[in-house]
């Protein structure tokens, strides 16, 4: 395990709130998340671990900009200065997606009959990138997760769960994201391609990109994680100071 005694804060979140109120069963009120405090560093893999259900993936859509903060601070940290994003309005998140959180969901959701290439290098060409660059390092990533190169051209959207998992991977990582958030990336993969998410997140931490995760493959969970932040049966509740570090 390496130190983050030093490493600058990338993201802090205090005090988290979070409930849904369900119109079709009569205007219930359910909490998922209650007084959730953490603090990611940069070059670090924090995973989140607890029971099913208990907020994990809602953490992260919160995080993405997907759900609605009801209360509580998320805070971004640059070198310039901090960005509240509580109180970002709707039209700066494109651009925060875009710059500096990238995300991994367990399910791809793209473009019908975009070409599998052209759906991983999208990223890059957002932000202005050479188109032949881009591709080139679109290939690259696709090789590396092993998906055929007969597959690059055509949509993702009638491969295997796998492939397509393949696919979200390669378009998660390749904008390098300073903050990465990562739902369960390895759920639908083989041991080799396992190894090749793994290999990913520590090349993401050297660089000094902050990753939030999920992973219910305990192998894997113990090859990423730099610390566990343990969500308990009190909606997520858990102090910064409780998150236990591994070595």
């Known amino acids: 395990m390496h130190s983050t005694t030093n490493a600058q ?6 005090a988290l709130q979070k409930s849904f109120l369900l119109h079709g ?11 959730l405090s953490l603090t990611l560093h940069a070059g670090e893999c924090l995973v989140l671990a607890g029971r099913s259900g208990i907020g994990k993936s809602t953490l992260l859509k919160m995080l993405y900009g997907d759900y609605r903060i009801h209360q509580g601070r998320i805070r971004l940290h640059f070198d310039d200065g ?28 793209v473009v019908p009959r975009v070409a599998t290439v052209d759906v ?14 881009s591709r080139q390092r679109a290939e690259t990533l696709l090789a590396r997760l092993n998906l055929p190169e007969r597959l690059w051209q055509l949509p993702p959207g009638t491969f295997s769960g796998g492939e397509q998992q393949r696919v979200n ?6 904008g390098e994201h300073p903050l990465l958030l990562l ?18 997140i520590s090349e993401a931490k050297a660089r000094g990109s902050a990753l939030l995760g999920i992973f219910h493959d305990e192998e894997v969970r113990n090859r990423v994680a730099d610390r566990l932040l343990p969500l308990d049966g009190s909606l997520g509740a858990c102090a910064a100071d409780t998150q236990e570090n591994l070595s």
């Open 9 to 14: 804060p990338r993201l802090t979140v205090e």
């Open 25 to 35: 069963q009569g205007g219930i009120e359910i909490d998922v998340m209650r007084d």
């Open 82 to 109: 901090e960005l509240e994003l509580e109180s970002l309005p709707a039209y700066a998140w494109h651009g925060l997606r875009r710059d500096v959180i990238g995300y991994v969901s367990q399910f791809l959701r």
């Open 120 to 133: 991983v290098m999208e990223p890059l060409l957002a932000r202005g990138a050479d188109e032949h660059q």
């Open 169 to 174: 991977i390669a378009r998660g990582f390749i």
């Open 183 to 200: 739902d369960e990336p390895t759920a639908s993969l083989d041991a080799a391609n396992r190894d090749v998410v793994v290999a990913l």
